[in-house]
């Protein structure tokens, strides 16, 4: 089993649009969780941290169930900047080295 | 600050050649990082280090070598390149293993 598990899509949604991401991560003793962006040719950047409460960001929602092992990012009134590809990163156990999801690809269009 | 930058952006390599991927951050970041990225595989970490003169070993590290000398450089040497490595390399840094990683552009080589 792969230890961060993402569907790949793409996603190919109209402006305006909610999409969510699903992630299942394999390790329990996982500490943090993360959602990084990363555009074409370009590198991740964090997007958001995902806490067990759950947590927003304007448009966007992330929540955490640990007890299941899953993540979620809910992304509403999506824009065409939006398009990217979307990683599922968590922090393993021990020292600071992630984990990243392989990523779900997101294509707004107009 | 320029943050996390990678030297070269490109480079194209024949079989058996040695490199060095230089990766710099002036953030004053303990911890380091070396990934490579390929098509349906994701982000795979080769090498990190923990602190000025310590290295280890990551998820994919054969092939690699590192070296810390300095706190704010990271080096990733190949001795003998092999078409396998031709990928797509970022190098990532955080200043605590709490926080999250902040990555350079990336460094694009071609092994033929």
């Known amino acids: 089993r792969k230890e961060v598990e993402q569907d790949p899509g793409p996603f190919n949604v109209p402006e305006g649009a909610t999409v969510a991401f699903n992630c299942t991560y394999s390790?329990?003793?996982?500490?943090?969780f993360f959602w990084y962006r990363q555009d074409c040719r370009k590198e991740p950047k964090l997007l958001m941290s995902v806490y067990s409460s759950g947590n927003e960001d304007g448009r966007f929602t992330a929540q955490l169930n640990r007890a299941s092992q899953y993540i979620s990012l809910l992304i509403r009134d999506s824009k065409l900047s939006d398009s990217a590809t979307y990683l599922c990163?968590?922090?393993?156990?021990?020292?600071?080295?992630?984990?990243f999801g392989k990523g779900t690809m997101l294509l707004v269009s107009p | 600050n320029a943050g996390v930058t990678q030297t070269p952006k490109f480079r194209v390599l024949k079989t058996g050649q040695s490199m060095t991927l230089l990766c710099a951050q002036d953030?004053?970041?303990?911890?380091m990082y070396w990934y490579r990225q390929d098509p349906g595989m994701g982000l795979r970490l080769i090498h990190y280090s923990v602190g000025e003169g310590t290295t280890a070993k990551g998820e994919v590290p054969d092939g690699y070598n590192v070296s810390r000398l300095k706190k704010q450089n990271f080096l990733l040497g190949l001795e003998s390149a092999a078409p396998s490595q031709t990928s797509v390399y970022f190098c990532?840094?955080?200043?605590?293993?709490?926080?999250?990683?902040?990555f350079g552009p990336g460094t694009r080589l071609l092994v033929l």
């Open positions: 990532a840094s955080t200043r605590d293993r709490s926080e999250t990683q902040y």
């Open positions: 953030m004053n970041h303990e911890y």
């Open positions: 990163v968590v922090r393993n156990s021990g020292y600071s080295t992630l984990t």
């Open positions: 390790n329990s003793a996982s500490q943090s």
